[in-house]
């Protein structure tokens, strides 16, 4: 299976808004509304941001926010704050009941 | 709360099994849900590896399949993961996790990292 596709780094100042695409196939991000998100601090463990594309779990900031349109999901973080800087990766459930990442992408805070 | 945590070698050598096992915490494995196995290796991205419901049935991941045993032990209430025949391009954290949905991942353990030594 292949990785979905993510670019590698985005950056935005204080404040600013930063969007993340997330490009599947029809196999997976375009067949099921199961894209989830995660977030990856330097050194740190992944943790759960998105789930079905746009549910955000208890605690998470309402800056997060997910989107999908056709085969193609997005995470856009809003107000975005230094604490923000991190990996983020996407998933998506499968056709295959098999699950796949995208390749991360960097947020900088500038 | 729900945690999990990883054990096992830390240094495996190249053309041997590498076993881990995932003790889960605060959640009876028998209850339901899948769990899995995902890993990261050193500055790269996170790819899944393989899954499996408390019923015992496996799912993996096409790329580690000819390789790779996950298994589950409800009475230890923990699951494992076996791969065979390792080289260096193994060297990775590996992460158990907890899937809920089954569509996403959101419980992890720490990561313990595996060095595949030559």
């Known amino acids: 299976q292949s990785a979905l596709t993510q670019p590698p780094s985005v950056s935005g100042s204080p404040g600013q808004s930063v969007t993340i695409s997330c490009t599947g196939t029809?196999?997976?991000?375009?067949?099921?509304?199961?894209v989830s998100w995660y977030q990856q601090p330097p050194g740190s463990v992944p943790k759960l941001i998105i789930s079905d594309v746009s549910k955000r779990p208890s605690g998470v900031p309402d800056r997060f926010s997910g989107s999908k349109s056709a085969n193609t999901a997005s995470l856009t973080i809003s107000g975005l704050q230094a604490e923000d800087e991190a990996d983020y990766y996407c998933c998506s459930y499968t056709t295959s009941v098999t699950w796949v990442f995208g390749g991360g992408t960097k947020v900088t805070v500038l | 709360q729900v945690q999990l945590q990883e054990s096992g070698p830390g240094l495996v050598k190249a053309s041997e099994t590498l076993s881990l096992t995932c003790d889960v915490s605060g959640y009876s494995i028998s209850s339901g849900y899948y769990w899995g196995w995902i890993w990261q290796p050193p500055g790269k991205g996170l790819e899944w590896i393989g899954s499996i419901y408390y019923t015992g049935s496996t799912f993996y991941n096409p790329s580690f399949k000819s390789r790779v045993t996950i298994s589950v032990d409800t009475s230890k209430n923990q699951f494992s993961l076996k791969l065979n025949s390792v080289t260096a391009a193994d060297t990775a954290v590996y992460y158990c996790v907890r899937i809920r949905g089954p569509f996403y991942f959101d419980f992890w353990g720490q990561g313990t990292l595996v060095t595949v030594s030559s």
């Open positions: 029809s196999s997976d991000v375009g067949y099921y509304d199961r």
